[in-house]
């Protein structure tokens, strides 16, 4: 395959300073990536990343990889990606986390599973690019025709002349030569390094402990800081008196900052909870914490107030409203609203009618709390601000953003802001927004010294930005032989609804309605592990397993039955989803999990599937009763993402989101009582634990030579609904509320 970098995707070449190649390549999200990037999926169509390959006379080929790395394997995918066009001897390759620089590489955005997906073909031109360029320059110094020359494992050879030459031998005389304008890139079948499993890259640094992440940053003589904000969302700060604070040892300063100054239009991902805090400077964290203790703060009630937010040039009125929120009166404004007119999202044929007409309807409603993301490592930002420039280490999923927010509540030009990303214990959508990083600079500037702030666990829980609370009704209109004639779901949530209307089973009933609604909350919440998709799959799946009951029917024959109809005669024209795809994924699952397979008929078996993030994924949760408690012991997966770059990491990513999805499916939930959370530490914040965890994850990935997509989320959605629904089988009960937990204790004792 042949192929022509657009006017905007340009290679240049250029000699580095003790000899070799050095090959600067523009990289563009293709519109394939961008046709329909929601929120979080990274940069739209047009931005331009740059990167790096360095070619040295030693023969060490290193990348630049732009994309901070919390665990999704990009520092070994992508320098995979080059090494496989560039035909480079493995071994040799060195990948490096390249600065921030919007300049040279975008936003650098690491979110929406889109980081492989938005790179897989510039990385792969710039290593063909960068192979022909090696062979070209072969070809001059032994004076024969460029096409006798070819390229494997980082060494050139002419057979006929037995000649041979590592990379790095000509690499400074291919830095002279022009970049090609058409590049061949290799068919599928001709992989030599993608689809191979490979070793992380990091995984000895990070096993034996080499400081590798934010929390590990240090300089002499900075100083460390924590911040105290309201016990109470729906408070603000009124007064502090620091007196005894300042008399604790180890103790420098003690004082209000504004995180952002009032009227400020919020941009993208410049969400924050509380504006006013108190911050206290010294030289241990412990020290810091006991004097926190002696701080005496005053709160008062915040009233209602409204702000602009632009987000990528679409501007909203967003309200914040004064009040002291509590779950159960959440759960009862939700209830009422539910009731009353919603906005429409999607409507084909008459579904009213449909549903006036029906022989039967079947009508269960879903609900969901607030989740903390619970990043292993916990908030923390090193900064160093002067009037004239600022340093800024840490780890963060989008700097390009961060840069903005920074420049603007500065005053400084962006390329005064020098943003070093370090690796991140964790993401999952909470380390997007900058806040912590402006707390951190307007520390560092009021003490004029280099801070590093950090937050305990109990801060980062308690502040907000979490996964919404949701709830959803979903209503099903069948005739009088048990078909599907009308479908409705009709969902919302605090502060935003959850609803996907354009999804699956959208386009495959003749009469579909969707509906959101919102109620707005002072309780913020941001981008969560696949945002709304870990609370639709869960709703959706359920109650399809629900439907295919009430139809007579087997779970994967539904599923696969409505598919048909979505590839065959689809209805409407904005389905989001290719019906192919979403049922291959589940007839690779059935045939993996042996669904069909007598001795397989007695277990306690629950089936989901969900599509986002452009890819297809789909397990069977196999459960037990292990001392009375639901226990999953055995996993099935099949995902369908297009090319497996990294069959070890890939296989690992989905491993990995369904033990979280399962955690987060029995225990996970955030309560609130007068504004205050009831949970703040992981002795009531529960998480799944080891012995918790199933005893086998078997992954499965579709075989197909589709351009990669999306991998880090689309594993997460459907383990909540496949959890569901085995839950239903192994205790008889339907639970409609998340966490399933307290519901599993309560029926412990019929078990």
Known sequence: MKTTPNRRAFLKASALAG????????????????????????????????????????????????????????MTSLPMMLAEELDADWKTVVVEMAPHDTTKFGGQFTGGSQSVRAYWRPLRQAGAAARQMLREAAAQAWAVPVDEVTAKAGVLYHEKTLKSARYGEMATKAAALPVPKDVKLKAPKEFSIVRTPTKNV??????????????????????????????????????????????????????PIKVYEDGTERGAFE??????????????????MNARKKLNVTWEPMPDFREVVNFRGNKRDELMPAGLESTAAQFRNM??????????????????????????????????????????????????????KALFV?????????????????GLPKDKIDIRMTRMGGGFGRRAYPHYMVE???????????????????????????????????????????????????????????????????GAVDNYLAEGWEIPSNITIGAFRAPRSNFNAAAEQSFLDELAEVMGKDPFDLRLDLLKRA????????????????????????????????????????????????????????????????????????????????????????????????????????????GVAGQSNFDRYRMIRHHEAPKKIEVHFVQNNIDPTGLGEPPFPPVFGAVANALYKTTGKRFYQQPFQPQVEKTKAEL
């Open 335 to 388: 209830q009422e609203r539910a009731q009353q007119p919603a906005t429409v999202l999607r409507r084909d044929g008459d579904p009213e009618t449909a549903f006036k007409n029906a022989a039967q309807v079947l009508e269960r409603t879903y609900t969901a709390p607030f989740l903390a993301h619970n990043c292993m490592e916990p908030m923390n930002c090193f900064a160093h601000v002067t009037a004239e």
């Open 19 to 74: 000899g070799g190649l050095l090959l600067n390549f523009s990289w563009l999200a293709n519109a394939q990536a961008a046709d329909k990037v929601a929120a979080l999926n990274g940069p739209e169509a047009g931005n331009e990343l740059t990167g790096y390959v360095r070619i040295t006379p030693d023969n060490v080929v290193t990348l630049l990889c732009p994309n901070p790395e919390f665990g999704q394997n990009v």
């Open 394 to 410: 840490g780890p963060l999923q989008a700097p390009g953003f961060a840069e903005e927010t920074l420049a603007n509540r500065f």
């Open 440 to 506: 951190a600079g307007l520390i560092s500037r009021k003490v004029n010294a280099p801070v590093k702030l950090v937050y305990t666990r109990e801060d980062d829980i308690t502040y907000g930005i979490y996964r919404p609370m949701y709830t959803a009704t979903y209503r099903a209109a069948l005739d009088a032989d048990k078909n599907l004639i009308g479908f409705h779901v009709k969902g919302g949530g605090l502060p935003e609804h959850p609803v996907h209307a354009n999804r699956f089973p959208a």
């Open 202 to 255: 990091e995984g000895q640094k990070v096993v034996t402990g080499k400081p590798l992440f934010g929390i590990d940053y240090e300089q002499p003589g900075m100083l460390l800081a924590m911040v105290q904000h309201p016990p109470a969302f729906g408070m603000k700060l009124k007064s502090v008196d620091a007196t005894q604070a300042l008399k604790m040892p180890g103790i420098k300063a003690v004082f």
């Open 567 to 674: 590839q065959e005669t689809p209805v409407g024209k904005n389905n989001d989803y290719d019906a192919a795809r979403y049922a291959g994924v589940l007839t690779l699952l059935r045939e993996k999990s042996g669904w069909d397979q007598p001795e397989n008929k007695a277990k306690k078996r629950g089936v989901a599937a969900y599509f986002c993030h452009n890819s297809y994924a789909a397990h069977v949760v196999e459960m037990t009763l292990r001392d009375g408690q639901p226990y999953v012991e055995t996993v099935f997966s099949a995902v369908d993402c297009g090319i497996v770059v990294n069959p070890d990491a890939a296989t690992n990513m989905v491993q990995g989101a369904v033990v979280d999805g399962i955690g987060n499916a029995f225990y996970g939930g955030l309560t609130h009582q007068d």
């Open 271 to 288: 969400t924050r909870t509380f504006n006013e805090l108190v911050a206290i400077v010294g030289t241990g964290t412990w020290e810091l």
